[in-house]
């Protein structure tokens, strides 16, 4: 088992940046694929960013968005950038023991979820 905690969340302004974090426990690594999704009100919960032997984003958020991590730690990060409103979301950390370019998008693929952060962006 994997557990996934979520921080960093909070309220920023339109073009504003935040970073979260998620630390990983209950194994002594990180797993293969780990990734961050998010839920917009209303929304389906939807792909934002992976990283497994490369790094994989949603268009919306390419070039703004950064993930990285730090195995040596169990760390996940997101760095966002130049936030816009429909960025409002919560945002959940997640993780798989593999990865395969036919479902790193699709959330239900992702046995390990954090308990999510919210992400607010005003304009």
């Known amino acids: 088992q994997v557990q996934l905690v979520e921080s960093g969340g909070g309220l920023v302004q339109a073009g504003g940046s935040l970073s979260l974090s998620c630390a990983a426990s209950?194994?002594?690594?990180?797993?293969?694929?780990v990734g961050w999704l998010r839920q917009a009100p209303g929304r389906e919960r939807e792909f934002v960013a992976a990283?497994?032997?490369?790094?994989y984003y949603a268009d919306s958020v390419k070039a703004r968005f950064t993930i990285f991590r730090d195995d040596a730690n169990n760390m996940m990060y997101l760095q966002m950038n130049s936030l816009k409103p429909d960025d409002t979301a919560v945002y959940y950390c997640?993780?798989?023991?593999?990865?395969?370019?036919?479902?790193?998008?699709?959330?239900?693929?992702?046995?390990?979820w954090g308990q999510g952060t919210q992400v607010t962006v005003s304009s």
């Open positions: 997640a993780a798989a023991a593999l990865f395969s370019s036919a479902w790193y998008q699709n959330p239900s693929r992702y046995p390990y």
């Open positions: 209950g194994r002594t690594r990180l797993p293969y694929t």
């Open positions: 990283i497994a032997w490369s790094t």
